[in-house]
């Protein structure tokens, strides 16, 4: 009888074990985490997201819309001219004071308006901050890329008025990027800083509004910095907007040499105010969703 054998099966290689890895995490803190440009870029649709709705709900439900970004700087131009210009006799120069002031008020109200906005940024987003990750910092980012919308449109308002002054604007208005970066800064900082304070303490809503209108007197819109004696002039530089407001007088309308160690005062001032409102945010944002 035949003898049948059966062969073996062949014997599969072994898998060659994968060598260990070790992988550590730990917290991000400080710009890394605030600022981190990966975070920033994965969650760009989100940031664009609230860019738009900020947007919207500003001008949701108005008559007028996006102008009130020109009747807001044109309405204080007119008042300022008559109360600071004629009553009072506020000198401005070799220009008239109608466009000494106008100058003055884009950014200031650029200013003013994101700072009262960034400061309830977070407490308006609770829902979202509280719900789901994303960058917060993103909020008064948000408020921030909005303004850029009236402040472009108040910036060709201005430069429009200008021209009908019969004033033509030389190369230094190729510095206006500069001062907007300048004041997004200063911004950035201060909206980072009363918006974390504002998510514990509800008073900030309150004072906001009354900073706002001390800053403004402390700030050289109603008048020129070089109209304030010595050693105020040198404290009053340190304010961020104080280089901004001159700079735009000097880029827009000619007014002679550019101020540039006020201008860089300034500078100083709003990376201060920068770093201090960035360290705040980043020391206590890990909180908001359980105290908002």
């Known amino acids: 009888m035949e003898q049948m054998t059966a062969s073996k099966p062949s014997e599969e290689a072994a898998p060659v074990a994968a060598a260990p890895t070790t992988v550590r995490l730990e917290p991000t803190s400080g710009f890394s985490r605030v600022l981190s440009p990966r975070e920033l870029w994965r969650y760009r649709d989100l940031a664009l997201q609230i860019v738009v709705r900020d947007i919207t709900l500003r001008y949701r439900q ?21 109360f600071f210009g004629r009553v009072a006799g506020v000198s401005s120069g070799d220009v008239p004071y109608a466009l000494f002031s106008l100058a003055a008020l884009v950014p200031w109200a650029f200013f003013s308006s994101a700072l009262l906005l960034g400061s309830e940024s977070l407490v308006m987003y609770k829902d979202l901050v509280s719900k789901i990750y994303f960058p917060r910092i993103f909020m008064p980012m948000g408020v921030i890329g909005a303004g850029f919308v009236d402040l472009g449109i108040s910036i060709a ?11 033509v604007p030389s190369a230094a208005i190729l510095f206006l990027p500069f001062l ?3 004041a997004a800064a200063a911004l950035l900082g201060a909206t980072a800083l009363l918006s974390a304070i504002n998510v514990r303490y509800r008073d900030v809503r309150y004072v906001v509004p009354f900073a706002v209108q001390m800053w403004l007197f402390i700030t050289p819109v109603v008048y020129s910095a070089s109209s304030i004696s010595q050693p105020w002039q040198t404290l009053s530089a340190i304010n961020p907007m104080a280089g901004v407001v001159e700079g735009f007088r000097w880029a827009v309308l000619d007014t002679g040499s550019p101020p540039w160690a006020l201008i860089g005062m300034s500078t100083l001032g709003a990376t201060l105010l920068l770093l201090i409102g960035l360290a705040y945010f980043d020391r206590v944002e890990r909180s908001f969703a359980d105290i908002i």
Do not use: E
């Open 62 to 82: 108005t008559a007028l819309g996006a102008a009130w970004a020109i009747l807001q700087p044109v309405a204080f131009m007119i008042i300022f001219s008559v």
């Open 157 to 167: 308002i201005l430069l429009v008025v200008v021209l009908v002054y019969g004033i």
């Open 180 to 182: 907007i970066i300048l």
